[in-house]
């Protein structure tokens, strides 16, 4: 349970996008997508969900908490694995309906299959696909920073098909 | 109608985290979130969605084709604005339900309301709301790159309540 709440009410457009009202918009789930990033070099290690509750411990916290869909409940990123996200700045997008974060990751990986981003493949696209049925995905990394069977050892895997 | 499809069926979690296999997950209203970042500064500039045809059309056009929630249609960025996304890189995230893209953007500005990311305000944390009931939003961005009443004249403001 939330006792204080930091969120305003939503109530014009001009409030949301261009006032320091802070009136994040939760989807039909109650959910706010969030982006993060590392902010050293600036790249996208993940993206994640919160809920009212995760954002507003976020904010209190300085460390990232997601809403775990797979799990249906507040994940506490790195607390199983030890990367927890240390967070530099927040921001919000112009009409309030998603969230970004810059974070330094404890132990250099935010991956749960052991990468550094989880971004690690990327995908051909333009001139190169042309009259191609199949794509192949690259892998733009090609070590892992740590061996999940041994950090997350018995954790269901959070993948879902 | 897509006549035909990069998409393979995700059939095991190795197959999704593990291999070159192109299998990227759509959600129950059939999208998938879009994260779009600056290629040279790394900045994240807006957070969307595609369904399938607009991830099939992007990467056949190397240009970002989001799917607007609040039309309901396909929507090529920038063909009103001018501030077309051309892709440098695609990439998917480990369980493949997430896709990052890394642009240039002609014009150097990616939002509606005017400036150059949709992500032009901070939202303290920490320490600093310590027994803080109310968040006042800071402006990273001080100048618009448009006015957007000058670029869109009479198309509605996507932003929903």
């Given at each position: 349970m939330i006792k204080k709440t930091f969120f305003e009410e939503r109530k014009t457009i001009k409030q949301?996008?261009?006032?320091?009202?802070?009136?994040p918009k939760f989807d039909e789930n109650g959910l706010i997508p969030v982006v993060t990033?590392?902010?050293?070099?600036?790249?996208?290690?993940?993206?994640?969900?919160?809920n009212k509750e995760a954002l507003q411990k976020t904010i209190e916290l300085g460390e990232a908490i997601y809403y775990s869909r797979s799990r249906k409940t507040l994940w506490h990123k790195g607390k199983v694995s030890?990367?927890?996200?240390?967070?530099?700045?927040i921001r919000i997008d112009d009409d309030q309906d998603c969230v970004w974060l810059r974070v330094n990751v404890q132990g250099g990986s935010s991956c749960h299959v052991g990468y550094r981003s989880c971004f690690y493949r990327s995908v051909p696209f333009g001139k190169s696909v042309e009259n191609k049925t199949k794509l192949v995905l690259k892998f733009t990394e090609t070590e892992k920073v740590f061996d999940p069977e041994k950090v997350y050892k018995n954790s269901p895997n959070p993948t879902k098909l």
């Open positions: 949301v996008e261009e006032s320091t009202s802070f009136a990033t590392d902010y050293k070099n600036g790249e996208t290690l993940m993206q994640g969900y919160m030890g990367l927890i996200q240390i967070i530099k700045e």
